[in-house]
């Protein structure tokens, strides 16, 4: 069966972000970029069962600028067999990205779309659960788990309160939570041959699709600043300050 | 406007993040309708019609809704939400599963986890694992928002008198289906509803180890939490991971044990009240959070902590 792995750019997770001055956004200048982190497990999944026999095709897939090719190389190199990119400068928001995937799963029709929980930067936790929406196409959420048998997937979710298993039909939507497996790192000779995989370029206008944003994001700041605290010299001195001073024991 | 919030509950009685987000949708203002789709969920519904400020509950009770199924419930949630001005959910992993799927059933954006109300169309949320604060607005004639429970003070559980009405609309997608579930068993407070969470982090060096951290958290009434390292490491289970992708902790009293402090478990616990640290790294980033740092060995000092209350 084809899989389909949606990928994200985004800032690196090493990095402390900090608003502009002015408000009007993240400072992203000179920022390392990346390969969201639970995009990354996505990919790894859909390699671990392209090496299990139950995949054929993995299609990797990125929204955004034309920088977000890297992305789509760094993706082939770790096993996907070829890219699409749907090339925008405007700001995507995640049911405009799922929109956007809907078209790309009837152009590929994969059995199976696999994306991360959420990506760091946005912090949203929606693009999956929008796509399985509009696809009509069942959901596996936070997978820690992911097991194929016909035409079926079996998915272990990681839920509040423990875990949770669930059985959907084919296909299916998964996205993925950070135990689910561990990313695998490309090695040159595979970084060199991702360059010769195929990745075509497509448009929002060329998949029919209206990305204008819903959600006007007035001024970022950042966070309140926490006092500076202090250090306290041992077990008897902590106790003390917390019940006379801080009054919280 | 008119306001739909989907309950958290376990069909037997509603979960505390619902109050939180009762609180959340008195701050947008406007008539509260709870709605509890479940299977054998009267007893949630009564107790939702106790809750202070509650209008009226829609008990949706039919088996396509027992365990709450994403596929299915979503599908309620848009046929009964097209008459209201407002969709809530609390963030937790139901509210974060079928509330996007809903969104996108009505053709609107989703505002995920605001902390705060600025106005009737704008809200402010944590992006970049809490290091940025985005004030957004939305657009969309039906804002659906999922609300980040300890950034709202709960309503009371009583004191409510709203009237509970059926609902019969069954939707079963017939996509998915419930297997098991393992819930995690635990005698000690909520981890994200404690006034007092005891976590530790890689440095507990094992599973073993956490007895520590649970003689001390009993003798405080406290939940106890983890670094991500110590879930991964496999010390603790997954439920207990406290950070941007686990729970969204804020007691008035947060212990870090040999918690280095990541961006990302700084993400989940940052809006603690008192925050303690012990760790015997000196540089360590969380003695930057830590109102109270103490550079020890933890096996040290957890122990006569343990003794000294």
Redesign the interface.
């Known amino acids: 069966m084809k899989v389909l792995v949606a990928v994200k750019r985004v ?1 690196d ?2 990095v ?4 502009k001055s002015d408000g009007t956004g ?1 400072d992203l200048n000179n920022v390392k970029m990346a390969i969201n982190p639970f995009c990354e497990i996505a990919i790894e999944e859909a390699v671990r069962l392209k090496e299990k026999g139950v995949v054929t095709e993995i299609v990797a897939v990125s929204i955004g600028a034309k920088v977000c090719q890297e992305q789509i190389r760094t993706a082939l190199a770790l096993g996907a067999d070829r890219g699409i990119l749907v090339e925008t400068d405007v700001e995507v ?3 405009a990205i ?1 929109k956007l995937l809907k078209a790309v799963v009837e152009k590929e029709e994969p059995k199976m779309v696999i994306l991360g ?2 990506a ?8 999956g ?6 696809t ?4 596996g ?2 997978a ?1 788990e992911v097991v194929v048998e016909g035409d079926s997937v ?1 998915v272990t ?13 084919l296909p ?1 939507v998964v996205t993925t ?3 689910l497996n561990e990313p695998r790192y490309a090695s040159l000779p595979n970084i060199m041959k991702a360059k010769k995989k195929p990745l075509d370029t497509m448009t929002p206008e060329d998949l029919g699709v209206d990305v204008t944003p ?10 309140a600043e ?2 500076a ?4 010299a ?3 001195e ?2 003390d ?2 019940k006379n001073e ?1 009054k ?2 | 406007m008119s306001i739909l919030i989907l309950a958290e509950h376990d069909n037997a009685s509603i979960k505390g993040a619902t109050l939180n987000t009762v609180a959340a949708a008195k701050a947008i203002g406007g008539d509260i309708t709870v709605l509890v789709a479940g299977e054998g969920c009267g007893a949630a519904a009564e107790a939702a019609a106790k809750i202070e400020g509650v209008g009226k509950v829609l008990c949706a009770d039919n088996a396509a809704y027992g ?1 709450q ?3 299915n419930v ?1 599908l309620l949630v848009a046929e009964l939400g097209k008459d209201y001005g407002y969709i809530l959910a609390p963030a ?3 509210g ?10 009505l ?7 605001i902390i705060s109300v600025e106005s009737a169309d ?1 809200f402010k949320r ?15 004639a039906i804002k659906v928002i999922t609300v980040r429970a300890t950034a709202f003070d709960a309503v009371a559980a009583e004191g409510g008198s709203a009237s509970v009405e059926a609902v019969a609309s069954a939707h079963d ?12 068993k635990s005698d000690r407070p909520d981890l ?1 509803a404690a006034s ?1 969470v005891v976590s530790g982090g890689r440095g507990m060096q094992n599973g073993d180890n956490f007895a520590m951290l649970y003689s001390l958290a009993d003798k ?1 009434g406290a939940a106890v939490g983890a670094s ?1 390292a110590a ?2 490491a496999g010390f603790v ?3 207990m991971q406290v950070g ?2 686990g ?1 969204i902790v804020a007691p ?2 947060y212990i870090a044990v040999g918690i280095s402090g990541a ?2 478990h700084l993400a989940g616990m ?1 809006d603690s ?4 640290a012990i760790n015997k790294d ?1 540089d360590a980033p969380i ?1 930057q ?8 060995d933890l096996f040290d ?1 957890v122990p ?2 343990d003794s ?2």
């Open positions: 800032v997770y090493n402390k972000v900090r608003p993240v928001q995640p049911l799922a929980k959420q760091i930067d946005g912090d949203n936790n929606q693009t659960q929008m796509l399985a929406a509009l009509g196409m069942s959901q959420t936070f820690s079996t979710r990681e839920v509040d309160t423990g875990s949770q298993v669930v059985k959907l039909a299916a939570d950070l135990r819903r959600v006007t994001t007035l001024k970022v700041e950042p966070p926490r006092q605290g202090i250090k306290v041992d077990v008897a902590l106790v300050k917390l801080a919280v024991i | 365990h199924l994403a596929e979503s937790t992993t139901n974060k599963n079928t509330l996007p799927r809903a969104a996108a059933l053709d609107v954006a989703q505002i995920s986890e704008t944590p992006i970049y694992a809490g290091n940025v604060i985005a004030t957004v607005q939305s657009s969309d997608a017939g996509n998915s289906s419930y297997v098991r579930e393992e819930v995690a994200t007092v405080l991500r879930v991964d289970p997954n439920d941007q992708t729970k008035g009293l961006i990302q940052k009240k008192v925050i303690v000196e003695f959070v830590a109102d109270y740092g103490l550079v020890a000092a006569e902590l000294s209350l």
